[in-house]
Structure formats: structure tokens, C-alpha cells
């Protein structure tokens, strides 16, 4: 039985992955720091995320561009990779970081009562290991639509 749920869930992936192009990619810039970003700009594309990866690279992250500023928050269900979120306003500004911990449901939101545009998925710890922190300015955002 166990076999068999480890095949379905794989084979739930390859079926997710596989029907989703590769999503387009945006050069950022956070201090002397490039981010090469995977964007996810669809609600599809927001809804998939990072699910079912099992790898990042070092400087590799998904950029989460909502239609509209508002109180966006992520979690974790079926992403195994440990993630640090960074939450943007429409100008880029970082307003809060939070460290999300694989396969789990928490609810990660902005802390303050600013509006998120974007969202910023790296590795864990990303942030804090080149001592980014709110306040700090994202650029390159992709342009609205």
C-alpha cells in the first residue's frame, strides 16, 4: 500500500509538472545580490508554485506577481523544499520576510498593515544570509499589467 501511494504521488507531480510550460524568468536585483526568479503571474501558475520541487538553485527563487495589491499569504501544502518569503509592495519594497517550513499549512502573511503586490520565494535562509531585510528595495519587478 505504501508502494502505491508513493507512485500515485509521483505520478501526481510528473502530471503537474508536465501539463505547466516553463514559466518565464526575471533577472532582480536586491542590493549587489541577482535573483534569477521564475514568475508566476496566472492563478494557476500562484496556485502550483514551487509544489513538488525537490531542488533550487543557490540564487534561483519564484516571484509571485498578484493582479492587485492586497493581503497576500503563501503556505506549504506538497512543497518539499524549506522557503523564506519575502512580501513586496508595488514599488518592490520588502515588508516583511518569513521562513516556511516544508509540507505544512501555515498561513504566511505580511506583518504590517501594507499591502503585498509580490511575493519572493528563495531557498531558507536566503534573506537572512546576505543580511537582506524589510526596507530593503527588490528591483526589476516585472511591469504591471
Known sequence: MKKLLICASLALATAAQAQNPPLKTAQLLVGKHVIVAEVAATQEQRELGLMYRDSMAVNGGMLFAFGAQGAQCMWMRNTALPLSVAFLDAAGSII????????????????????????????LGWFRLRNIKPGMAIANLPAEK
Open 96 to 123: 516583511n520576510i518569513e521562513d516556511m517550513l516544508p509540507h505544512t499549512l501555515d498561513s504566511h502573511c505580511p506583518t504590517r498593515a501594507v499591502p503585498a503586490r509580490y511575493a519572493l520565494e528563495m531557498n
